[in-house]
């Protein structure tokens, strides 16, 4: 039976719990790569809707981490981004087509899956202590709010308060952001030049932990937290879409992720309203505030506090593994590099099973 959506003060604070992921890519890649946010903005919160309509689940939108930490780095331009997104979409709508996503599911261990989980959460709460660290009073104060609501039966809602919170000490520190009217350009193609940069270096770091992270371990998540089965093929086709189609526009190749999943659910999402809510919000802020100044009014402290508790979700899901030493393994160095490990995870894994399948007296 599909869920029905719930419209209620925990959806809306579920609603808010990922974009302790999502602004502060979009800010640093409109920094360095020098994309206007508002295109960004208007196509994540145009794909949260749809993807909440659709799965009537909190499935998350995220900026595809790979693409966006090179962009941040200066690897990447607007026009390899571009590149990087389409090539990434058309292998993950041709990985759909041809039915391959479940004979990849089939060469992953669940360990490694859950190992990348442990990485990504030992990622996210590193990055909320350097948040929380360059922005203490604010950073702890939201952290003890969300921590007086965890030890206490009262609803959770302290990702609401907290983005009030953070809310309104933005606007005391900096003031109110002038108006911002929404330009979408009509079609961008990318240089030719930079087919070959959006291909190598974009497409091809991110393709592994899409597979991994945004499909695998997204489905294997929603199934702990929800007891409901979405299939891989599904997510593939639909980040294979939100990937594809928006860096035409000015978007940000986008995906899901178990990461967001667990932020969202860690703060109260249960239904597709959160994301409907989330997604509402985005479009607000797209079609009149998308400047640099008005994300720069949400205090990092705030997203370090959101970030550290996401992390801990995921941990309490890695933490189900039924190999240790391979989710270790995966995890440890999914802690550097969610491509990295997932190579090197996979490699040991086949090398250990080759070796117990020929030498099964040295067990």
């Known amino acids: 039976m599909p869920r029905d959506f719930q419209w209620n003060l925990q959806e809306a604070a579920g609603a808010l719990g990922d974009y302790g992921t999502l602004l502060p890519i979009i800010l640093g890649v409109a920094l360095t790569a020098q994309m206007d946010p508002g295109p960004m903005l208007f196509f994540f919160g145009l794909a949260y809707i749809l993807t909440g309509i659709y799965y009537r689940l909190p499935v998350p939108v995220e900026p595809m981490k790979a693409i966006g930490a090179l962009a941040i780095a200066g690897t990447l331009h607007s026009g390899s981004i571009l590149a990087a997104g389409f090539f990434t979409g058309l292998l993950l709508l041709i990985i759909a087509w041809r039915g391959w996503i479940q004979k990849i599911k089939k060469l992953i261990p669940l360990a490694i899956i859950r190992g990348l989980q442990l990485g990504l959460g030992l990622t996210l709460i590193f990055t909320a202590g350097e948040f929380m660290i360059s922005d203490p009073w604010v950073g702890f104060a939201a952290m003890g709010l969300i921590i007086i609501f965890t030890l206490t039966r009262i609803p959770n809602i302290s990702a609401l308060l907290v983005f009030f919170f953070g809310l309104v000490w933005g606007l005391f520190q900096y003031g109110f952001p002038g108006f911002y009217f929404l330009n979408i350009t009509l079609l961008s193609l990318p240089p030719l030049g930079e087919l070959g940069t959006g291909f190598f270096q974009g497409a091809l770091p991110q393709l592994p932990i899409t597979l991994a992270n945004s499909i695998l371990a997204t489905s294997l ?28 526009f000015g978007g940000f190749p986008m995906c899901h992720g178990a990461g967001g999943l667990a932020a969202q659910y860690r703060f109260g999402a249960r239904t597709g309203a959160s994301n409907i ?18 994300i720069k009014l949400f205090p990092v402290g705030i997203l370090g506090a959101l970030l550290f508790f996401s992390g801990l979700q995921l941990f309490k899901s890695a933490f189900k593994t039924d190999n240790f030493l391979l989710t270790a393994v995966a995890g440890i160095f999914g802690f550097f590099q969610l491509a990295l490990a997932f190579v090197l995870a996979l490699s040991f894994y086949w090398v250990q099973k080759w070796y117990q399948t020929n030498y099964p007296w040295r067990r």
């Open 221 to 248: 998540l929603i199934q702990d937290l929800f007891k409901e089965h979405v299939p891989e093929q599904k997510l593939t086709v639909s980040v294979g879409l939100i990937s594809l189609i928006p860096p035409f």
């Open 277 to 294: 809510i989330s997604g509402s919000i985005l479009l607000f802020l797209a079609l009149f505030f998308a400047s640099l100044e008005t």
